[in-house]
């Protein structure tokens, strides 16, 4: 059975940080490209970044230079480092594999005074 877990989110002022982490079970976790997605209230899920198998990463415009992707393989775990957040990286915020094959159940960040 497979598993994607997030956790990390939360409640954090803006211009701070927070580090979200899926923790992948059931699959080859070391082949598949994992990717972060979030949505907002009344918009569509978005992909946020992605780091393949071999640690190549991409970021979305509005995230580029904040956000930082990572993986470890060993102990099939991503991450995703938010620094510097602001109000509108408010989301529900999901780890998948890349093509969207399997989904986490998602976790909430708030950024807000």
């Known amino acids: 059975q497979v598993q994607l877990v997030e956790s990390g989110g939360g409640l954090v002022q803006p211009g701070g940080s927070l580090r979200l982490s899926c923790a992948a079970s059931?699959?080859?976790?070391?082949?598949?490209?994992m990717a972060w997605y979030r949505q907002a209230p009344g918009k569509q899920r978005e992909l946020v970044a992605s780091i393949t198998s071999s640690g190549s990463t991409n970021y979305a415009d509005s995230v580029k230079d904040r956000f930082t992707a990572s993986r470890d393989n060993a102990k099939k775990m991503a991450y995703l480092q938010m620094n510097s957040l602001r109000p509108d990286d408010t989301a529900v915020y999901y780890c998948a594999t890349g093509g969207g094959t399997y989904w986490g159940q998602g976790t909430q960040v708030t950024v807000s005074s």
């Open positions: 059931g699959i080859i976790f070391s082949i598949y490209t």
